[in-house]
């Protein structure tokens, strides 16, 4: 080799390069051997003593947002203590107990594990005690989940107290008497601010780590994540929740974590912006919660829809619940309460069910009638009730001579029975066919009922000897029909709108977190029209006077809907609930739209237990309207302004 052949040169400068290099030769050879010989069963010791645990990363989940950017879900920074069991201070205090407790005596394996299981505990109950201690508020530490933790999660830290407030978080940080192990955290919090308001919309969450997509299926760890169970939270529950890192945590033989690297960092859920307006949302939650003081067994629904494109502006449902009770654990006493099953909290009636119309049906009827030629100026004289072959049908308005005008503000069955036999039932059920009733709205949302008319497929089928008596109880919205309140919002819809039925828009728009910004007043969006009423624009303009009669009118049932500024357009009904030839319950409904001269809003309310639609449901109306007012007065500066810049 070139070196030993200048070592046997006669040339001193190359010699000492020469051992120079032969010398660290042999030092990097001895090094080689030593590594890969003498301490290689030390490394391979220390390879079966460490391995790697992975661990799933939930991400932070998008907010829903009403149409002016204001949060009905969101996510809170939550203040946590946890303890990391491998520091090494609280190790330390382990041995030592542990050791003492021995005595130096050589015990039984059995018997050493369960003295070191006890003595562990003890250790950290201590450390927790002295947390407590320092909060100024009692802290204990539960045993079995304590031994949980250690057996299968021990490289994870154990949540110690959760949702500290800030005087016990300046209590900690400020503390030099703090135990060891324990460090100060964040993690973010689902809440619903709002609590009860539009929380049928919303739905709710529940715990479930599962793997989605194509994330990894297999996990050492899973921290806490959750996934929607009902409402926006479970329809767009992909689209909220992003995408879960990943990252991997190097333990040691006993399991403790010895340093941990990210693999997959977390991506964000979107935000979802709804068309609800969140003032509209709440007025309409508080008149419905009015009417149950009143009457605490009441249930009940309330939409507001803009008839210009089909946006939900509220859609509210009565009772209600919180959302917020399934974050942390829902209690057997508070599960007991949401399954009542007289009251049914969860139940959202805004758009599931089908509930009996009643006298909002009339206007079906209505458009029927006047389409097949019925004169609304020849006089028909009730005698206070129908008579249908033998069968003799009551009449809540009083009898005398009626017009159309009339009989549709005073709502005389009699009338209404008599121009709908004269259409005949084909005719009544095709304008409800063109409306869409018995079909769902395509809103989106988890369960959307068809709820139910009785088309003659539908009769073919379940009822095939249809009588006239049917099609009188179908008249005066009793009998094989049913609705749901967003139905009777796009029927109402069409009517103010021309005869435009249209699809109900709740979901405005998806965007990712960073892009949050939204106007407060943004151009209106198009109109997704369904279907086309197959009706003139004269019998639409005598239906439309007749609604603004029943509310205007001193004798009109709707006159409690009143609200100053605006002409409100409505029609009262009142169904009863039977239980064989006995009745047990009564929903009342007020449908309406305003303005008259110009229709921007239609608003719905339907109160099962109500005293009669205006009695109950006119009065919540009116709330509604008025805060229809409020908004587009506070709007009407920012509109100026931006029409001003353009």
Same mark, same amino acid.
């Given at each position: 080799m070139l070196v030993f052949d200048q070592l046997k040169k006669n040339d001193p400068p190359m010699r000492?390069?020469?051992?120079? %290099?032969?010398?660290?030769?042999?030092?990097?050879?001895?090094?080689?051997?030593?590594?890969? /010989?003498?301490?290689?069963?030390?490394?391979v010791e220390n390879l079966k003593n460490q391995s790697f645990r992975t661990v799933r990363l939930p991400a932070l989940r998008g907010k829903? #947002?009403?149409?002016?950017? %204001?949060?009905?879900?969101?996510?809170?920074?939550?203040?946590?203590?946890?303890?990391?069991?491998e520091?090494?201070? #609280?190790?330390?205090?382990?041995?030592?107990?542990?050791?003492?407790?021995?005595? @130096?005596?050589?015990?039984?394996?059995?018997?050493?594990?369960?003295?070191?299981?006890?003595?562990?505990?003890?250790?950290?109950?201590?450390?927790v005690q002295q947390l407590g201690r320092v909060l100024q508020q009692p802290v204990t530490l539960d045993a079995a989940r304590f031994q949980t933790h250690y057996q299968q999660s021990l490289a994870l830290p154990l949540p110690v107290v959760t949702g500290l407030n800030q005087l016990q978080i300046a209590r900690f940080q400020e503390s030099s008497s703090n135990p060891p192990g324990l460090e100060l955290?964040?993690?973010?919090?689902?809440?619903?601010?709002?609590?009860?308001?539009?929380?049928?919309?919303?739905?709710?969450?529940?715990?479930?780590? +599962?793997?989605?997509?194509?994330?990894?299926?297999?996990?050492?760890?899973?921290?806490?994540?959750?996934?929607? /169970?009902?409402?926006?939270?479970?329809?767009?529950?992909?689209?909220?929740?992003?995408?879960?890192?990943?990252?991997?945590v190097l333990v040691n033989n006993l399991g403790y974590r010895q340093s941990e690297t990210t693999w997959t960092p977390v991506e964000a859920g979107q935000n979802v912006f709804l068309t609800l307006d969140l003032a509209v949302q709440q007025a309409a939650d508080r008149a419905l919660a009015e009417a149950r003081t009143r009457h605490p067994q009441t249930r009940g629904a309330a939409v507001v829809l803009d008839v210009r494109n089909g946006d939900v502006l509220a859609l509210a449902s009565s009772p209600a619940y919180d959302p917020n009770l399934f974050i942390g654990g829902i209690s057997h006493a508070e599960w007991a309460v949401l399954s009542d099953p007289e009251l049914h909290p969860m139940l959202n009636r805004a758009v599931y069910g089908g509930f009996p119309p009643g006298s909002i049906f009339k206007m079906v009827v209505a458009l029927a009638a006047l389409?097949?030629?019925?004169?609304? !100026?020849?006089?028909?004289?009730?005698?206070?009730?129908?008579?249908?072959?033998?069968r003799h049908i009551a009449d809540?308005?009083?009898?005398? +001579?009626?017009?159309?005008?009339r009989a549709f503000k005073l709502s005389s069955n009699a009338y209404f029975i008599e121009c709908g036999l004269a259409a005949g039932v084909d005719k009544i059920l095709a304008v409800g066919q063109r409306l869409h009733?018995?079909?769902?709205? @395509? #809103?989106?949302?988890?369960?959307?009922?068809? %709820?139910?008319?009785?088309?003659?497929?539908?009769?073919?089928?379940?009822?095939?000897?249809?009588?006239?008596?049917?099609?009188?109880?179908?008249?005066? @919205?009793?009998g094989e029909v049913t609705v749901t309140p967003l139905q009777v919002a796009v029927m109402t819809a069409a009517v103010a709108n021309g005869g435009k039925v249209l699809w109900p828009r709740l979901v405005e728009k998806v965007r990712a977190q960073e892009l949050v910004g939204t106007p407060a007043v943004r151009a209106?969006?198009?109109?997704?029209?369904?279907?086309? #009423?197959?009706?003139?624009?004269? !019998?639409?303009?005598?239906?439309?006077?007749?609604?603004?009669? +029943? /509310?205007?009118?001193? +004798?009109?049932?709707?006159r409690h809907a009143t609200v100053p500024g605006w002409r409100v357009c409505g029609k009262t009904g009142t169904a009863q609930l039977m239980k064989g030839r006995t009745v047990v319950d009564h929903v009342t409904w007020f449908t309406s739209f305003a303005p008259y001269e110009q229709p921007r809003y239609a608003v719905v309310v339907m109160v099962e237990g109500g005293s009669s639609g205006g009695g109950t449901c006119a009065p919540a109306a009116r709330k509604i309207y008025e805060a229809l007012q409020k908004m587009e007065k506070a709007d009407a500066p920012k509109a100026a302004t931006l029409a001003g810049t353009n």
């Open positions: 000492v390069i020469a051992w120079v %290099a032969a010398a660290g030769l042999f030092v990097l050879l001895a090094g080689l051997w030593y590594v890969q /010989v003498v301490s290689s069963h030390r490394y829903i #947002l009403d149409r002016r950017g %204001a949060e009905l879900a969101e996510n809170v920074p939550s203040y946590n203590i946890s303890l990391y069991l520091d090494p201070a #609280l190790r330390a205090q382990f041995q030592k107990q542990f050791q003492a407790a021995k005595g @130096g005596r050589k015990l039984p394996r059995a018997q050493s594990s369960e003295l070191a299981r006890a003595t562990r505990y003890q250790v950290v109950s201590n450390a955290e964040v993690q973010p919090l689902r809440v619903y601010p709002r609590r009860t308001s539009a929380a049928h919309v919303l739905g709710h969450l529940k715990r479930n780590e +599962d793997s989605v997509g194509d994330e990894d299926a297999f996990y050492n760890y899973r921290l806490p994540d959750f996934t929607g /169970v009902a409402g926006i939270e479970a329809m767009f529950d992909e689209n909220l929740r992003g995408r879960a890192g990943a990252k991997s389409e097949s030629g019925w004169n609304p !100026t020849n006089v028909f004289r009730s005698t206070g009730h129908a008579m249908v072959g033998n809540t308005a009083p009898a005398g +001579d009626y017009d159309f005008r009733l018995g079909e769902r709205t @395509g #809103l989106t949302l988890r369960p959307d009922s068809p %709820a139910l008319l009785p088309t003659r497929e539908w009769q073919h089928e379940n009822k095939p000897a249809w009588r006239d008596g049917d099609t009188a109880n179908l008249c005066i @919205g009793q209106a969006s198009p109109a997704r029209v369904r279907d086309e #009423l197959p009706v003139s624009a004269r !019998t639409l303009e005598i239906v439309r006077e007749a609604m603004l009669a +029943d /509310v205007e009118d001193a +004798d009109g049932t709707g």
